[in-house]
């Protein structure tokens, strides 16, 4: 029996957006505009990745509160909201008078260290330490006279004050619109999986979903770890070198236990830190031994690197992460060899997901045979 092609009447009544075709080619082209648009706009379209980042992490603990609770999900929500709200103000109101001090006084005294080089090393760098020097001086006696060139005058002091200004109203408007976002996240997050869950094809759709969950489990849960791993690493970078005398211990605190995202990378701290405390002994004329300068600040990097290797890292990370420490760090050098800051942020991530890929599609042909039937 002869199969019948559509009339061409039936084609004619047809609109344009019944033809499959033409819907496929307008999905895509919009897909590729959309990742154009977010791409060319991802300065304003920051805090809506960060607000989507942070209700991705408390994801798990708003759920576990409403089932709890038996509350709706926007109460639970609207409570990481307040507390993350007022995270970040107690922080600023907190550490960051405390920042910018230290960080005033290391640009008051970065001039005398680089003296300090050049007098006992030969270190030449020019004249950058009379020009830190003079402007360090121009700024603490005479602030408007310093920094008036900044306000008037040419039009590229012009411009560098209107990207200040830029700046600060954009980090402000960023600030205000992230915790509306993340409310918003937060609240319909559950919405936004039930509805990508049915776009899994069938056939295979109980293991494509076994894969996925498995995925997800191993990148927030590493990213979750990493963040809290930092933040009691920094705690315990800024009291440690604050009891061993390290100056600015609270600025390379932070930074350091930040760096510990990064398996491995917190090591870059510990030679500033030495480095630091021999430069502020030996300008203001102290007696530098080699116990204050190397031992005690090198005790706290240790003492706080095998708390994070051996106590932290096992007990928040051992059941998300399945790899062994040599290839962690074979990851981790090869992310950031290829593409730096971000390939290290990356590396074991993406590696995660790829050792869930091989595991579930290569090593468990089993599945495969129960798919099928």
Not at 270 to 286: H, I, R
Request: proline letters at 6%.
């Amino acid at each position: 029996m002869k199969s019948h092609s559509p009339l061409p009447s039936q084609v004619a009544d047809r609109r344009l957006w019944q033809i499959q075709p033409l819907r496929d080619l307008t999905g895509l082209i919009g897909i590729g505009l959309a990742i154009w648009l977010i791409v060319d706009l991802r300065r304003f379209f920051a805090p809506v990745f960060i607000a989507f980042a942070l209700a991705y992490l408390v994801e798990p603990m708003i759920e576990a509160l409403q089932k709890r609770t038996g509350l709706p999900r926007w109460v639970p929500a609207l409570v990481c909201t307040l507390l993350l709200t007022a995270g970040l103000v107690l922080a600023v109101i907190w550490v960051g008078p405390l920042l910018a001090e230290q960080g005033k006084t290391l640009a008051t005294h970065a001039p005398q260290y680089i003296s300090t080089l050049e007098k006992r090393y030969g270190f030449n760098v020019g004249n950058l330490s009379d020009h830190l020097s003079t402007f360090a001086e121009g700024v603490k006696d005479k602030p408007m006279d310093t920094l008036s060139p900044l306000f008037t005058g040419t039009s590229q002091a012009v411009g560098i004050v209107g990207l200040i200004v830029a700046t600060t109203l954009e980090v402000l408007l960023s600030t205000l619109l992230v915790p509306i976002f993340f409310f918003l996240f937060a609240w319909h997050f559950d919405q936004v999986r039930s509805r990508i869950r049915p776009l899994i094809p069938g056939g295979r759709g109980a293991k494509a979903r076994r894969i996925l969950h498995r995925m997800d489990e191993a990148v927030s849960g590493f990213i979750r770890g990493r963040l809290l791993i930092a933040i009691l690493s920094a705690i315990a970078f800024t009291a440690g070198w604050t009891w061993a005398g390290i100056p600015y211990a609270l600025l390379l605190g932070i930074v350091t236990g930040a760096l510990t995202v990064v398996p491995y990378l917190s090591v870059a701290g510990w030679p500033v830190a030495l480095l630091v405390k021999y430069l502020d002994l030996t300008s203001s004329g102290g007696a530098a031994t080699w116990q204050d300068i190397v031992l005690w600040p090198s005790v706290v990097f240790l003492f706080v690197a095998f708390l994070e290797g051996w106590v932290l890292t096992p007990w928040i990370q051992s059941q998300t992460m399945e790899m062994s420490a040599l290839t962690i760090l074979l990851v981790v050098l090869v992310g950031g060899a290829i593409g730096g800051v971000l390939g290290l942020l990356l590396a074991i991530p993406l590696m995660a997901c790829a050792n869930v890929l091989i595991e579930e599609l290569w090593l468990k042909p089993d599945d495969v045979q129960a798919d099928a039937t």
